[in-house]
């Protein structure tokens, strides 16, 4: 027989019940703190290949007044005052400390490094994670044999450094070289984690007979860094120019990567010699800002 008491008791329980179930179900629906973080594209410089192949401290005071929040390394003179010190894993501890400190009073960092083949064993590898680890890189980019990606999967999830696959132009005396092939890249990668991904050189792709913004498609989901570049025309011999003054789909590769919420780094490089490449820099990015604007789409 029922009481009172225990008639009270049943619809208290069943009133808690349901207030547990309703704040679940809230809590469910509220995105999580990285799903409600803005997608922002970062827009760097390589140091070397575009502002100054003399030291790294003049790429970085070029980088500072062009008002871009990132540089992209590689292993060269750091500064006339560090002497013959290159940037890498050879550096002296002081001599890197310096660099920290000239990149972070510029308001840079240095969010990739280019590793080339990566060395020829774990323990150099290592050594370039680790100074990775100390500069704070984000993304190392590189052409490693396929052989050695195990290991690079490996080391990059323990120092938290991810790898990015980038492409030359196809090779028409050496067919064995296919980096150029964004299907061959995916299909070196596939079986290793997200830490291994891809770095897109939109240029090269365009020299290699390539549409750019199918090729952003194939590489959905591994896209970590791009290259970006227009050119002049449609072949092998086609050079890096400004950002909408050459062949390439530019609001379409942009387009494309809003599409795909890419939230890495994009670097204008420029490997052929031009007058100015810090003007040219400066006039693409801010292509790359007022298309992004119509995207509505976050850029620093």
Known sequence: MFTVKTIIVAVSVAFMTLMSVADAAEKKAE?????????VWTL??????????VTFFEAIDKAGALGLKAVEGR?????AETGDA????????????????????????LVS???GNFGKNEATMRKLFEFGKVMGIQVFVG?????????LDKLANEFGISVAMHNHPKRPNQPAYTYWDPAAIMRMIEKHSKRI??????????????DPVECLRTYEGRLLYLHL???????????????????????????ELHRQKFAGQISFEYDNEVKDKAADVRRSASVVREIAKGLGQKVQ
Not at 31 to 39: D, H, K, L, R
Not at 44 to 53: H, N
Not at 75 to 79: A, D, K, L, M, V
Request: aromatic share 4%; hydrophobic share 30%; with cysteine.
């Open 229 to 255: 570049k227009d050119v002049s025309e449609n072949s092998p011999q086609g050079h890096d120019v400004i950002l909408g003054t050459g062949v390439v789909n530019v609001k379409g590769m942009l387009t």
């Open 113 to 115: 490094y280019y590793a």
């Open 86 to 109: 290159e940037l890498g894993p050879t550096a002296p501890p002081e001599v890197l400390a310096k660099t920290r400190k000239k990149l972070a009073d510029a308001g840079l960092t």
């Open 197 to 210: 991904g891809c770095c897109a050189d939109t240029g090269h792709w365009v020299r290699s007979g390539l």
């Open 31 to 39: 995105p999580t703190s990285a799903e409600s973080q803005p997608v």
């Open 44 to 53: 760097a410089v390589p140091a070397y290949r575009t502002l100054s192949k």
């Open 75 to 79: 292993p060269y003179t750091i500064s």
């Open 143 to 151: 052409e490693p044999e396929p052989q050695k990606l195990a290991t």
